[in-house]
């Protein structure tokens, strides 16, 4: 207890000495950004049009947005409807199809990205027996891995529980094609598992109650992860199936996300699975690319606090204008989750999800709030076109998850949690994709523009 003291106390505390080797950063460090054209950098690995630097090719999956019309000299970009597929399959009939067969989607979905194909009933019963018998972690780990160090980050907690499974394995380096496969199907068996005891660990540190439910092997993703959250177990089927949506809608985005680029780099270099998947969960937990549906609730929760009538439309798209200002809410001047970094005209993710938001409010009895949701997603997008100049903006997915998340009852401390869940699988995809088809360690290049100079004798510094 006195060493924990200590650290906080001591190690934790931004010294003056912190404060003047920051000065001393900042006075060697700036670089004129006019240097970047100059040297014709793409930051951000993106192009003069916003699109990505084609810096790989992949099978898994592949989001269409836009046509690329040929000019004299120059191309133009056609804004079109968003689609996004995997393994060529567009997401919307891998919901669809399922929600008529009466099936979950999660699990069909994650086989189709890492195999490449729709499984069958037979293969679907094996595939989904396989990730139960995975479900369970080693004994006595939520006692000495998760409870030992309460989280302060679910995101952390969950890394350090993956890097920490690496000691249990047998073969933690074997990078052959089966034990990669293996290792991805158990940690997409596991996070969900990770993911809820890392929260009740939390809310434990909080002085809460523990209560610690074990997988049932004979239910799905979706399922489980609501049976392991409540107190109770219990959920209706809407929930569940609202939630496997979500988990299908997030499972991949391409190759190029972040997330799924760090997972690609850190393969590249041949490094085993724990520390890849750990460093794709690094970048998820990042706020600019995992964190954005709860900017989109805080952002809400500050509407609702500032507009007493939800049905007044001129007091929504009065006080959307101050935030346009930057005279409400963070004084970003943004709209959380109004575009979309890829998505032109709209986010084929949102177009699914609407129809369950619609159906999972009615069933909560919170319709007044989706109705607030959807004014300020038609007025917010109104005046972001006329400040912006564009004719066509769309509306992300994360605008209305967070919403959904809510309403399932999730902490808004699991929604990134949740993402990761999700995106496991394509993780896992695209991980054994670049061992299979890489073969060459990532390396781009960086342009040094410090200018050379001669060393200085401690005496004459």
């Known amino acids: 207890m006195i060493w924990k003291n ?96 009466g099936r979950y989607a999660f699990e069909e979905a994650a086989y189709l990205l890492l195999f490449g194909d729709l ?31 309460p989280p302060k980050d679910l995101m952390n907690t969950m890394q350090r529980g993956i890097l920490t499974l690496f000691c249990y394995d047998d073969k933690p380096n074997d990078i052959s094609f089966e034990n990669v496969l293996r290792q ?17 660990a939390w809310r434990f540190s909080k002085g809460e109650s523990l209560y610690i439910h074990v997988p049932d092997p004979k239910l799905s993703t979706a399922e489980n992860f609501l049976r392991l959250l409540r107190e ?24 190029g996300n972040n997330s799924t680029f760090t997972n ?13 998947i750990v460093a794709a969960m690094s970048s998820l937990k990042g706020p600019r690319h ?46 959380y989750g109004l575009g979309h970094a890829v998505y032109t005209k709209n986010d084929p993710r949102c177009e699914v ?32 076109l006329e400040k912006q100049h564009k004719s066509v903006l769309s509306t992300n997915i994360d605008f209305y998850s967070g919403f959904v998340y809510d ?11 949740l993402f990761a869940v999700a995106r496991i699988a394509g993780w896992s995809a695209h991980r054994m994709e670049e061992l299979s088809e890489g073969g060459k360690l990532i390396r781009p290049r960086y342009e040094c523009v410090e200018p050379v100079r001669a060393y200085t004798s401690m005496e004459n510094r």
């Not at 595939?127 to 972690?137: G, K, M, N, S």
């Open 353 to 384: 999800f609407r129809k369950y938001v619609t159906e999972l409010a009615q069933e909560k009895g919170r319709e007044q709030e989706l109705e607030l949701y959807r004014s300020v997603e038609e007025i917010g997008k109104r005046l972001l």
């Open 290 to 335: 995992g964190g954005a549906n709860s900017k989109v609730m805080v952002m809400m929760s500050d509407i609702k606090e500032h507009i007493t009538d939800w049905a007044d439309r001129d007091a929504v798209e009065g006080y959307l204008k101050k935030i346009l200002s930057k005279e409400a809410f963070d004084r970003s001047g943004l709209i």
């Open 264 to 276: 690609h780099v850190v393969t590249s270099s041949g490094t085993d699975t724990y520390s890849a």
């Open 407 to 417: 309403m399932l009852g999730l902490p808004m401390e699991l929604y990134t949690p």
């Open 119 to 149: 499984p069958n009933e037979t293969q679907l019963k094996n595939f989904t027996d396989q990730l139960a018998l995975y479900r369970t972690l080693p004994t006595n780990f939520m006692r000495d891995v998760i409870l030992k160090a």
């Open 6 to 101: 200590n650290w906080e106390n001591e190690y934790c505390r931004i010294t003056p000495e912190i404060l003047a080797l920051k000065g001393q950063w900042e006075r060697s460090n700036y670089i004129d950004p006019t240097l970047y054209r100059a040297y014709n950098v793409k930051r951000g690995l993106r192009d003069e049009d916003g699109r990505g630097v084609l810096c790989g090719l992949t099978r898994v999956a592949e989001i269409q947005s836009y046509d690329v019309v040929p000019g004299e000299g120059v191309e133009t970009i056609v804004p079109t409807d968003g689609t996004l597929y995997y393994r060529g399959i567009d997401v919307q009939e891998i919901v669809k199809g399922s929600a008529k067969r």
């Open 232 to 255: 109770d177990m219990h959920f209706t089927e809407l929930e569940a199936r609202t939630l496997d949506v979500a988990l299908v809608l997030h499972a991949d985005h391409g190759g």
């Open 184 to 200: 991805c199907l158990q940690l997409t068996s596991n996070l969900p598992v990770l993911a809820i005891y890392a929260y009740q």
